[in-house]
């Protein structure tokens, strides 16, 4: 019995020595994994001219039932490409797309979406600031479908200024219940919003769909966010321009989606550019669909934020990687990572690099006590590796990093950063691990002065 043993330590001790050891990748490789899980979907040869369906670019005809016909020939036909030429085309109501279907905006061509709520009825399944119910329909509107494209030079108005945005001075009442439903697990079928409540729907939403792209498209006036990319895969936005100054018009929000490319980028938005969540609290921790492997490359940011990660991650975010971007204007925050104790969770794997801005109030932004609330769920945030990083002038802060008593910010790295100015250079705590390498902030100290 003791040779058995004897011979079988051995056996375990040499397969465990001749072992290859885990390869540790570098951020190139990593990136370059995430883009082969990255392919824009076929587009069909079956093309569908909308003004053959009755569509009238006028800008005084309804043309929403024309787009509806031709969007159930592309179901009927098993795909299709529906060309969209130049115009002004009124829609009263949402599009809902189907599978196999490219909508091909051309240029001078424009989508203006209707005023009247009523049109945007029934209410249909989607998510609002990371907790799932059901409220008015988004205004492109994609569920569960596979290959599905908006591409083309035209633009999509999302018409909000002057209707749905101004839900937002009475949306509270509403808002809190969505909450506490999300905090009680309310079925599903019970959190029935729409008619009577105050619930801005998004202007664009992919949920649970696999295979899109939209391309050089020109987003504007969005009722809240803009871009919802929400439980989906294998994502690609290119060369889209925003022009989007509502309240919460957000650029692109990834939630609970995975494999997501967003590249060559204008952004102009009164919110976030990009704000990657994976739900909201408890609901969020409930469904556990982290997002991750999300490239944000080549792009020019203007609005609130560059950047940011939460606050609803809930879920957990990993692998962002933001290459090769710079600025169009001002943003209040370049790289903005928020979380708080209601949220749990985790953020790392994290990776900026080459990346310029202007003016802001705050370079780079860590907080996992965001707006000095919740307990009992600290987020875990950590592996942030933030490398050729340059601001002319921070009027706040260059680096802040806030943790939490019970569960710091750790191993968070800056390499070849240069602030120019700021008001206040780094401001840490409870925060463990936080490494400097050749980072400047305000004038270089050169040569100390030999005077007395």
């Known amino acids: 019995m003791k040779r058995c043993l004897f011979l079988l330590f051995v056996s375990v001790y040499f397969i465990s020595c001749n072992r290859s050891p885990e390869k540790v990748l570098s951020r190139e490789e990593k990136i370059e994994n995430v883009l082969k899980s990255i392919v824009p979907p076929p587009i069909s040869d079956n093309i569908l001219l909308i003004t053959d369906f009755g569509a009238v670019g006028d800008s005084l005809t309804d043309s929403k039932p024309a787009f509806d016909k031709a969007i159930q020939a592309c179901k009927e036909q098993k795909g299709g490409k529906i060309v969209v ?151 690609t936005a290119r060369r889209v321009k925003f022009d989007a100054f509502n309240r919460n018009n957000d650029g692109f929000d990834p939630e609970y989606s995975k494999n997501v490319l967003i590249e060559d980028i204008d952004f102009n938005n009164a919110d976030d550019n990009v704000a990657i969540k994976a739900g909201r609290d408890h609901e969020g921790r409930r469904t556990g669909i982290m997002s991750e492997n999300i490239i944000i490359r080549n792009c020019r940011f203007k609005g609130l934020h560059g950047v940011v990660i939460g606050s609803e991650m809930s879920a957990g975010v990993q692998n962002v990687f933001v290459e ?81 008593p019970s569960k710091k910010v750790r191993d968070i790295y800056f390499s070849n950063v240069t602030i120019d100015s700021a008001a206040t250079g780094v401001s840490l705590s409870n925060a463990d691990n936080i490494v400097f390498n050749d980072v400047i902030i305000g004038t270089e100290v050169k040569v100390p002065s030999h005077a007395k």
Request: hydrophobic share 35%; aromatic share 12%.
């Open 85 to 235: 030429p130049a115009g002004i085309y009124i829609l009263n109501g949402p599009i809902h797309l189907t599978d196999n279907l490219c909508i091909d905006l051309q240029k001078g061509s424009k989508l203006v979406f209707g005023t009247n709520p009523a049109d945007y009825l029934p209410a249909v399944l989607t998510s609002w600031e990371g907790t799932f119910l059901y409220n008015y329909s988004p205004l492109i509107y994609g569920y569960q479908l596979e290959n599905v494209a908006i591409i083309g030079e035209g633009v999509i108005d999302g018409n909000g200024r002057d209707s749905f945005s101004k839900w937002a001075e009475n949306q509270k009442e509403s808002q809190l219940l969505s909450r506490k439903m999300n905090k009680e697990n309310t079925p599903l079928k019970d959190r029935m919003f729409g008619e009577g409540h105050f619930l801005r729907p998004q202007l664009i939403q992919f949920f649970e769909c696999k295979n899109v792209l939209i391309e050089d498209v020109t987003i504007k006036n969005s009722p809240f966010w803009c871009v919802h990319i929400l439980k989906s895969e294998n994502v």
């Open 324 to 404: 090769n971007c710079t600025f169009g204007g001002y943003c209040k925050r370049g790289i903005y990572l928020k979380s708080n104790p209601d949220r749990g969770g985790f953020i790392r794997d994290i990776y900026v690099n080459n990346v310029t801005f202007g003016e802001v109030e705050d370079c780079f932004f860590i907080t996992s006590y965001y707006h000095g609330e919740g307990k009992g769920f600290e987020t875990d945030i950590s592996n942030v590796f933030v490398e050729n990083v340059k601001c002319q002038k921070a009027t706040n802060a260059g680096v802040v990093i806030q943790g939490y």
